[in-house]
């Protein structure tokens, strides 16, 4: 073939490559707006995350309680000499609140609730109150709340109610604690002075301070741990200035229901309902209000008159107001008479169930 001839050629061949080219379209950016098919991303790596777990952080006490001082403590009623019959010896008197409970359904008895004395103490700060059980473990595997309750104004209706639940330790611990208030002055039914039931209120209905939740103001208000003199004292601490120089006080140990919106407990079971922990009540055993034990109330900052709703009975020092012998040759034994005030009524549960119970009516000696 003739150069000319396939110079021709090659031209014709790269001017015939050049036009194809050209008339083959552009792969699109992206999808018409009418298509079906997903537009794909392109794949991006997953870097772990290096971002630690977020953490609650501690709370940062600045006040901390000392030694509890040495209270007077009150007696309260307790069951231990009569469980094995499966009953309480006396002590509880449903009308007026005073429930000695430490028992299941089942009426077995738990020393652990049982209530054997209580009373408070205070330094310049704090003041303390300390309740001393039967038995000897608070921490308890069926889980006890105890509580303190606060009457701030003296008519029987709970205020504030302080509350600590397991685990306890010798130390101090703010974080076991939860305070409720009442807000509409129904913790006591209608009337402080006897079992309103059926009452439909809502006790203590709002929880103001709980450390652990970060609920509250001062996480430094209240306290609580096991007595390091003896595992049977469960000791509370709360601040001088919160509560005030003038109240009156009860306590209570609570295994079994443990819903502070429904006390007074008594206003919210008929006495048919809860049961009783004494053989010769005819609601006789307990029903729905078992494994509980409360006490009455302690004046702290005024001199008590006696007729304060659910205010102890002054324990008057055992006096011998007789003498009596057993036997012609038995031992003489003395008759104690535990009085509430010297020649007249009080309204309140006899500490040891004599006289005319739950009326306690002094004998003169």
């Known amino acids: ?26 792969a699109p950016t992206s999808l018409p707006a009418n298509s079906s098919q997903p537009v794909q991303s392109p794949p991006t790596e997953t870097m772990p995350s290096t971002m630690p777990p977020t953490e609650t952080p501690a709370l940062n006490h600045q006040a901390f309680p000392v030694a509890a001082l040495q209270p007077q403590l009150y007696p309260d009623v307790i069951s231990k000499d009569t469980a094995p019959e499966k009953r309480a010896p006396f002590g509880d008197s449903y009308k007026i609140n005073r429930l000695e409970r430490p028992f299941t359904q089942e009426m ?40 303190v309750e606060l009457d701030l104004d003296r008519d029987g209706f709970g205020n504030y109610l302080i509350t600590a639940m397991p685990p306890f330790s010798e130390t101090w611990s703010a974080e076991i604690i939860k305070i409720y208030a009442d807000t509409n002055h129904d913790t006591a039914g209608i009337s402080s002075k ?39 004292i469960v000791e509370f601490a709360f601040k001088k200035s919160w509560a005030g120089v003038s109240f009156m006080y009860g306590v209570l140990a609570d295994g079994g229901l443990q819903d502070v919106t429904k006390l007074d407990y008594v206003d919210t079971f008929t006495e ?38 659910k205010i102890c009975p002054v324990i008057v020092p055992p006096t011998q107001t007789a003498q009596k012998e057993k036997a012609p040759s038995g031992p003489v034994t003395p008759e104690v008479d535990y009085c509430t005030s010297i020649g007249r009524p009080n309204p309140g549960n006899c500490p040891y169930g004599w006289a005319d119970a739950p009326y306690c009516v002094c004998i003169p000696g």
Request: aromatic share 12%; proline share 8%.
């Open 1 to 26: 073939m003739r150069p000319a001839n396939l110079l021709f050629l090659l031209s014709l061949a790269l001017l015939l490559t050049a036009c194809s080219i050209l008339a083959t379209p552009s």
């Open 108 to 147: 077995v008895y738990i020393p652990d609730l049982d209530i054997f004395d209580f009373g408070i103490s205070q330094d310049d700060t704090w003041y303390y109150v300390s309740i001393r059980l039967v038995g000897g473990n608070p921490n308890n595997e069926m889980g006890i709340l105890y509580a």
């Open 194 to 232: 006897q079992s309103d039931a059926p009452y439909n209120g809502n006790g203590f209905d709002k929880l103001i301070h709980s450390p652990a939740e970060r609920i509250g103001d001062d996480p430094d208000l209240a306290w609580a741990r096991l007595s390091p003199q003896s595992s049977s």
């Open 272 to 309: 048919r309902e809860a049961g009783s922990p004494d053989k010769k009540n005819q609601f006789y055993p307990l029903k729905a209000l078992f494994a509980v034990d409360n006490t009455c109330y302690q004046a702290l900052g005024f001199v008590a008159t006696g007729f304060e709703p």
